[in-house]
């Protein structure tokens, strides 16, 4: 059960951080933008690693970033 929430939370943050990296590259970013990625993902596998769950974190935002990436590739492309 627990395992299933840090995988959740990873994955939103993978989303989260695709939509800010986005964000950035269409010059609507703001100077603290990359901190604020940064504290999202670190965060998370911070906070997955103390509760002894890091693997299922990891896994979450890398499939909630890859499933982001590809969803914006299709409407960019």
């Given at each position: 059960?627990?395992?299933?929430?840090?995988?959740?939370?990873?994955?939103?943050?993978?989303i989260?951080?695709?939509?800010?990296?986005?964000?950035?590259?269409?010059?609507?970013?703001?100077?603290?933008?990359?901190?604020?990625?940064l504290?999202?993902?670190?965060?998370?596998?911070?906070?997955?690693?103390?509760?002894?769950?890091?693997?299922?974190?990891?896994?979450?935002?890398?499939m909630?970033?890859?499933?982001?990436?590809?969803?914006?590739?299709?409407?960019?492309?």
């Open positions: 059960m627990t395992a299933t929430l840090f995988g959740l939370g990873g994955a939103a943050v993978g989260a951080q695709v939509w800010l990296l986005a964000r950035s590259a269409g010059g609507r970013s703001h100077a603290q933008s990359f901190l604020v990625r504290l999202l993902v670190a965060g998370v596998l911070v906070f997955a690693a103390a509760a002894g769950h890091v693997v299922s974190g990891a896994l979450g935002w890398l909630g970033f890859g499933v982001a990436v590809a969803v914006m590739v299709r409407r960019l492309g």
